[in-house]
């Protein structure tokens, strides 16, 4: 590499992932969220049997064995709650709505966790303090007022527990709506909707053993040296037993190429470190699909072969579809399939190879796959290479969606969803006295596009930041403020709440971390793991405010505000939380004995029949998919076409932006970069450090996102990858996969161009990436 000009905030990271750097930082979090004398107490109650469970993320814990399972992420995570900074009735007071909106996402977290229920007052430009009852009649009120409840959206993000996201829908649904937004709808939906149709559950099959048996890991599209920190704990272990695991990713994510184990005495004082994948392929942004049926076209070629590569008698017996399957892989061309994934047939056919070896194989995934506009597509050709050797069923082999949030497969179990089964409406109805509906209702872009065009009126939010994690905010964020009403539970002061409808609500929660006590004491509340673990959590820390209330507390309070007629005794599940885990077992199958199974550490897992090669489709069998070409019902990509991935730093929690550094890829102190292989940079005539306008190819209206620098970086050639949020005026609100209604957030047609800005390139302030294009964007 010819030598580069020095860009600020921008130097190559060569160590490990892991490691003295991880220790590093977790010392700094701590430092500057949480009196340190608190801190070692809070972490290493962090996963314990009788501890909560962190909140960073779902990967399951090894039976709650370990005395302290590092994770420099879970501590930010934990951290970044337990904070000791506040935002008080003062703050509010000395802050206007528009001067906050003109802060960054990252300024309006830091100050601090919220203390007292605030109602806007638009005459001042203020949120000024309110009594809880009062803010329950006033929200009780207006949900009243409406004569379809369907102009209501009820928003739940996957930190919500088992027990609040149960209560919310059975308030929804007594209200009268399935208007169910979540976060997941921008996140696994592909896998909740597309692992049904092929193996008759939308969640992974795989637990932490399979790990120990494993032959091969595949692994596609997630970054677990980031996003689920507690899996390389797990992936270095296989890697030491020389375990093959082969990476499909654009980006060179160090993480999976070398890692140091903190937990490991030998590496952290010898400063080695083990290396992850055996093999790296960087695929193009969306050329999965036509990967992984190039492995498969290669596997049916050496099934003809050499014979025995096949697992026939698992086809025979178990699935259906396959022949469909082999004569569209027969007629997929090597040539479009190369040009396709950026990755040539000979390296397809070594996967192919050592996936024929393996007699157990696990294939692990994330946002690379389900954030595309063929997002359930993909998950149905992972099942499909899985079952082309059975690898159900078996020991060391299944499929493995890395969960996002750390509930957010529980809140789905409980009932949240826009498209309940009729089984559990008939469960609700038996169980409850009331009708609940069932028409469907909204997803998360549907709620907001009802918004946009007016037909939703007021949106009450269980977490999250929504209108902050969606597509386009240009035209989202002007929706919210058309709002009657929105009502935020949340932790911490986000874009969302600030996006003032003509009367809002925030309602200050309790944290994971904090003790919950009501009438009956001290109360736990559980969520499912990634592997559909059910364990019980308890925080202990002493509540932010003395003014919080626990989101059951506070569902209840609105429910029973507003249905002065409701069948639900709500007083009474406030009272005791085992009350709302009774109910839970009798209207959602498989919570047999709940309260009895989560009061022994470790808790029980959920059924997953396919695990007993059991499959819960109309056939009874599982079911093969074809994926027509190699872009399932979308043209091909033009070749000048550029495909934006937006990713996460190793400092940020979804829209929660920790710090302004991404350690591993190399930025320090900025966001507003973008990442490009050197010969994109040479064919577009820009050199590492010019500042460039990113435009996507759209026929609507024109997006754009301007004087954005852009680095030089090992990715696949053709892609380019920029941070979430602030490249989400970039995509498209109804860009998206139109099984699932995922957003194709990892896969936008743009163009880069050279800023029309004339800053002299090289000497762009660190400090001025502060404040995001979003926050400039709503400031405008
Ligand atoms: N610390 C931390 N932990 C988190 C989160 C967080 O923000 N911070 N978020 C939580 C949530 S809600 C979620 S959903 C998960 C997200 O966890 P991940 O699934 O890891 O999510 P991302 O970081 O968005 O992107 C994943 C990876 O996909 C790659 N990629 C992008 N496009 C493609 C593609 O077309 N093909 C392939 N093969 N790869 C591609 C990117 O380079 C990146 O390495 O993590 C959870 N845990
Ligand atoms: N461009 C782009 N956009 C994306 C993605 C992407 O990869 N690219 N990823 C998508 C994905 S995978 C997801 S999951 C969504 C995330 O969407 P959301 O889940 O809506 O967003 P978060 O950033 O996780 O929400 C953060 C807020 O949650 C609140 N909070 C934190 N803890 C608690 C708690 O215990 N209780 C309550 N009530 N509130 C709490 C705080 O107020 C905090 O500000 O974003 C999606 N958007
Ligand atoms: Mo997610």
New binding site residues.
């Given amino acids: 590499m010819s030598k580069r000009r020095e860009v600020p905030g921008i130097r190559p990271y060569d160590g490990p992932a892991g490691g003295w750097g991880a220790l590093r930082a977790t010392a700094t979090a701590v430092r500057q969220q949480m009196e340190s004398f608190e801190a070692p107490i809070v972490l290493m109650r962090t996963n314990q049997p009788t501890g909560f469970d962190c909140p960073?993320?779902a990967w399951p814990d090894k039976e709650h064995r370990s005395t302290f399972q590092f994770c420099e992420?879970g501590a930010?995570?934990v951290t970044w709650e337990a904070t000791t900074k506040r935002v008080t009735p003062e703050f509010f007071a000395q802050h206007t709505v528009s001067s906050l909106l003109a802060m960054s996402d990252y300024e309006l977290e830091d100050f601090g966790r919220l203390t007292h229920p605030m109602a806007y007052d638009a005459a001042t430009d203020k949120f000024v303090p309110v009594a809880w009852d009062a803010a329950f009649a006033r929200i009780g009120e207006i949900l009243r007022s409406y004569d379809s409840p369907d102009k209501v959206e009820f928003y739940t993000s996957?930190r919500a527990s088992n027990e609040a996201a149960y209560l919310f829908q059975l308030f929804a649904r007594e209200y009268g709506t399935n208007n169910f937004p979540d976060?997941s709808n921008m996140?696994?939906e592909p896998t909740s909707v597309g692992l049904p149709m092929s193996i008759g559950i939308g969640k992974g099959t795989v637990s932490l053993d399979d790990f120990d048996e494993t032959e091969l890991i595949i692994s596609?599209?997630?970054?677990?040296g980031?996003?689920?920190?507690r899996m390389m704990g797990t992936l270095h272990e296989v890697a030491r037993r020389n375990v093959p695991i082969i990476v499909?990713?654009?980006?060179r994510?160090r993480a999976l190429e070398r890692f140091a184990d903190p937990q490991n005495i030998i590496e952290m004082a010898t400063y080695s470190s083990t290396k992850i994948a055996s093999t790296y392929f960087q695929?193009?942004?969306?050329?999965?699909a036509a990967a992984l049926k190039g492995i498969m076209k290669a596997l049916l070629a050496l099934e003809a072969t050499q014979g025995n590569v096949l697992d026939r008698d698992f086809i025979a017996t178990h699935t259906e579809g396959f022949d469909a399957l082999a004569a569209d892989l027969e007629a997929t061309s090597w040539a479009d399939i190369e040009k396709e994934s950026g990755l040539t047939r000979d390296e397809l056919e070594q996967v192919a190879v050592a996936y024929a070896k393996s007699n157990a194989t696990i294939v692990t995934y994330?946002?690379?796959?389900t954030?595309?506009n063929t997002g359930t597509a993909n998950v149905r050709l992972i099942a499909d290479l899985l079952l082309m050797r059975g690898n159900f069923g078996k020991p060391g082999a299944g499929i493995c969606p890395?969960?996002?949030?750390s509930n957010?497969q529980g809140n789905r179990t409980v009932g949240i969803t826009e498209k309940p089964s009729e089984d559990f409406l008939k469960r609700i109805e038996n169980v409850f006295g009331f009708t609940p509906p069932h028409g469907h209702g909204h997803d998360a872009v549907k709620a907001m596009q009802a918004m946009v065009d007016g037909s939703s009126k007021a949106l009450i939010c269980l977490g999250g930041n929504f209108a902050v994690a969606l597509p386009d905010p240009d035209l989202c964020f002007p929706a919210m403020k058309t709002l009657d009403l929105s009502v935020h539970l949340g932790t911490k002061l986000n874009r969302t709440h600030l996006l003032v409808a003509k009367e809002t609500f925030i309602l200050p929660v309790l944290g994971r971390t904090e003790l919950d006590v009501q009438a009956t004491g001290p109360q736990s509340i559980t969520v499912e793991d990634s592997m559909s673990m059910v364990h019980a959590s308890a925080g202990r820390l002493k509540p932010a405010s003395a003014h919080l209330r626990s989101e059951p507390a506070i569902v209840a309070g609105m429910a029973q505000a507003t249905l002065p007629a409701s069948k639900v005794d709500w007083q009474s599940l406030v009272d005791d939380y085992d009350r709302i885990r009774n109910l839970i077992e009798r209207t959602v199958p498989g919570f047999d004995d709940y309260n009895t199974r989560i009061r022994v550490p470790g808790g029980f897992r959920m059924p997953l029949p396919p695990t007993e090669r059991k499959w819960d489709t109309p056939s009874g069998k599982a079911i093969f998919s074809v994926f027509k070409g190699v872009r399932e019902n979308y043209e091909p990509w033009a070749d000048d076409v550029l495909r934006l991935?937006?990713?996460?730093s190793h400092d940020?929690?979804?829209t929660t932006i920790y710090a302004l550094d991404d350690r591993y890829r190399g930025v320090f102190g900025r966001r507003d970069v973008l990442f490009m292989h050197p010969n994109d940079l040479a064919a577009h005539g820009l050199e590492h450090g010019d500042l460039v306008d990113i435009e996507t190819i759209s026929s609507g209206r024109a997006l754009r996102l301007t004087g954005i620098t852009v680095i030089e970086y090992n990715i696949a050639p053709g892609s380019v990858?920029a941070y979430?949020p602030e490249a989400n005026v970039l995509v498209p609100l109804d860009y998206i996969d139109e099984d699932s209604g995922t957003p194709s957030y990892?896969?936008i047609p743009v163009r880069v161009l050279r800023s029309a800005q004339p800053v002299e390139a090289g000497a762009t302030p660190a400090a001025a990436s502060a404040a995001t294009p979003a926050a400039t964007l709503a400031a405008s």
């Fill in positions: 960073g993320c992420n930010k995570a996957g976060c996140c696994h596609i599209g997630h970054n677990p980031t996003n689920h920190p499909f990713n654009p980006l994510e695929v193009k942004a969306g050329g999965d994330g946002m690379g796959i954030q595309h890395l969960r996002g949030h957010v991935i937006t990713i996460r940020q929690y979804n990858a979430y990892k896969s």
